[in-house]
């Protein structure tokens, strides 16, 4: 199994940056990517971004150009890192991990962001 412990989360300004970290552990050699959901309460899960163990990375289109997800290995670490951000990236962040085969395997137990105008 995969553990994923995430923080970073809080409360920030609009315009302000946050960098958020997810540290996976347990059967980490099961993980070929890790990425970043958001969820609002009464709304649909967003996928935000994710990043594959060769360095790919895909993000959702409301984050493009600010924020950028990045991962180091060796510390079995993701992080996302978000700029500018705006008060509709208020949500809960949650950290994921995939398997090729079998799709999500590990969710973290998610950090609260939050943006005030």
């Known amino acids: 199994q995969v553990q994923l412990v995430e923080s970073g989360g809080g409360l920030e300004q609009a315009g302000g940056s946050l960098r958020l970290s997810c540290v996976a552990s347990?059967?980490?050699?099961?993980?070929?990517?890790m990425g970043w959901y958001r969820q609002v309460p009464g709304k649909q899960r967003e996928l935000v971004a994710t990043?594959?163990?060769?360095?790919?990375?895909n993000s959702g289109d409301s984050v493009k150009g600010r924020f950028t997800i990045s991962r180091d290995i060796a510390k079995n670490t993701v992080y996302l890192q978000m700029n500018s951000l705006k008060p509709e990236d208020t949500a809960v962040y949650f950290c994921?991990?995939?398997?090729?085969?079998?799709?999500?395997?590990?969710w973290g137990q998610g950090t609260q962001v939050t943006v005030s105008s």
């Open positions: 347990g059967n980490i050699d099961s993980i070929d990517a």
């Open positions: 990043i594959g163990n060769g360095g790919y990375t």
């Open positions: 994921v991990a995939f398997d090729d085969t079998a799709g999500e395997i590990a």
